[in-house]
């Protein structure tokens, strides 16, 4: 398979700290990668510099072949990468719906000062985006909640709506942030199995960032392990779950040999 993102000594600094250090980094298109790593690893660093939220200090980054380095966020949605959030980012008070749609907008192609006139592309407009909005709700088991606030919304839910209106903005690569945080075990391989669903019936390219071990080796394809900001290892779940590099820095030293290494 082709790699959909490629990092080449892909550095941030943050004056004298060095939060990634010289990573090099592929996700083969069609694939379910996770990045893995102790607290203070680099790895949400990464995320922003992908999601276009830091600007690299070196190193570059392409996707597609399209340089994204230093791009900005609403362009790198528009390029087909879209995220989560480890906090859960919604809109509070506005509905589910409403929610999804803001996800939906980021295609609309209508000019502010269509919408201002309400002309007849941007009330089409609407009403496609509305539709697929419903769709999406519906794919993601969301959709008797669609007009319930996302406040009100169970945490479940919640995540299933944050990646809904992920999904709404038509993305190839989709970056999720501990997408199981805060779940008990039964939500966790709900979810697990649905970011499978993501993968082989969206075709979806999925990068994650996962702290429950039982998540990372019983989904992911390849993982690769950040520590200090600098890349310590890269393989399968079962290479890096008997990484000695990883199992000291990481996953704990009675890990090896074991089918789910405890979290660090």
Do not use: C
Not at 117 to 131: G, I, S
Not at 174 to 192: K, S
């Amino acid at each position: 398979m082709p790699d959909i993102l490629v990092a080449e000594q892909v550095t941030k600094r943050f004056g004298g700290l060095v939060a990634v250090d010289k990573v090099d980094f592929t996700i083969p298109q069609g694939s379910i990668v996770s990045l893995i790593g102790p607290n203070g690893a680099g790895k949400t660093t990464f995320f922003n510099i992908i999601a276009g939220l830091y600007t690299p200090t070196g190193g570059t980054l392409t996707f597609r072949g399209i340089p994204i380095g230093g791009k900005r966020s609403d362009q790198i949605v528009a390029l087909g990468i879209a995220r989560t959030f480890q906090n859960i980012r919604l809109f509070a008070n506005m509905t589910a719906l409403e929610n999804v749609m803001v996800g939906r907008h980021a295609r609309m192609k209508a000019s502010p000062f269509e919408a201002w006139l309400h002309t007849r592309r941007e009330r089409a407009e609407e009403k496609a985006a509305e539709a697929r909005s419903r769709e999406l709700l519906d794919y993601v088991g969301l959709t008797a909640s669609a007009e319930e606030f996302a406040k009100n919304l169970p945490y479940g839910d919640q995540r299933r709506l944050e990646i809904a209106r992920a999904i709404a903005t038509d993305p190839q690569l989709l970056l999720l942030d501990e997408p199981t945080a805060g779940m008990n075990p039964q939500e966790t391989a709900a979810l697990t199995r649905f970011i499978r669903r993501l993968r082989d019936e969206l075709k979806l390219t999925v990068l994650l960032i996962e702290h429950d071990m039982s998540v990372v080796m019983g989904i992911s394809e390849r993982v690769t392990v950040l520590n200090h900001g600098a890349k310590l290892a890269e393989g399968t779940p079962h290479q890096v779950q008997r990484d000695p590099a990883v199992i000291e820095a990481y996953l704990g030293r009675g890990a090896a040999g074991t089918s789910e290494p405890a979290a660090g």
